[in-house]
């Protein structure tokens, strides 16, 4: 599915937002939070690196394989400043719904007319701490 990146595992907490273990994606605009070092895979055939995106509607984990795109995403995180990512993945393995990025995935800069604001988060903070915030419940 995605190619010799390697082999991705990922699950969705409520299968009912996604019909099909890999979907394929709209546009998302999304501030980039905690974005971790290029990491390598158990098998030593895939790099990536992980990150949180925050949304209009709260934070999804991402993964890209791309790690040249990892600089940009570092500026876009440094400077607070939102995206619009395009040609992405969704995927539901493992335990959370995650945004994946790869080769293909195009991320512009959308000014600042995104529709809402920027939160900092606590490199430690959990998305699970974060939802709780947000929505004053704790997600399943």
């Known amino acids: ?10 699950y969705v907490t409520n299968p009912a937002l ?3 273990a890999v979907m394929d994606s709209t546009d998302l605009k999304c501030y980039v939070h ?4 290029v990491k390598v895979s158990a098998s030593g055939k895939c790099r990536y690196f992980n990150m ?10 991402a993964v890209c394989f791309s790690p040249e795109k990892r600089t ?10 939102p995206i619009k990512m395009s040609n992405f993945k969704f995927s539901s393995n493992y335990s959370k719904d995650n945004v994946v990025i790869d080769r293909s995935s ?16 606590a490199p ?12 004053r ?3 399943r």
């Not at 949180?52 to 984990?61: A, D, V």
């Not at 195009?106 to 988060?121: L, N, R, S, Y």
């Open 34 to 37: 905690t974005v971790s070092p």
């Open 18 to 20: 996604f019909s099909a």
């Open 106 to 121: 195009k991320i512009t800069p959308v000014g600042d007319d995104v529709g809402f604001q920027h939160v900092e988060m």
């Open 124 to 135: 430690h903070l959990s998305l699970h701490c974060f939802h709780y915030i947000k929505f």
């Open 72 to 81: 940009s995403l570092e500026k876009h995180q440094a400077d607070k400043s």
């Open 137 to 139: 419940k704790w997600p």
């Open 52 to 61: 949180t995106l925050q949304t209009s509607e709260g934070s999804r984990s």
């Open 1 to 10: 599915m995605f190619g010799n990146l390697c082999s991705i595992s990922l």
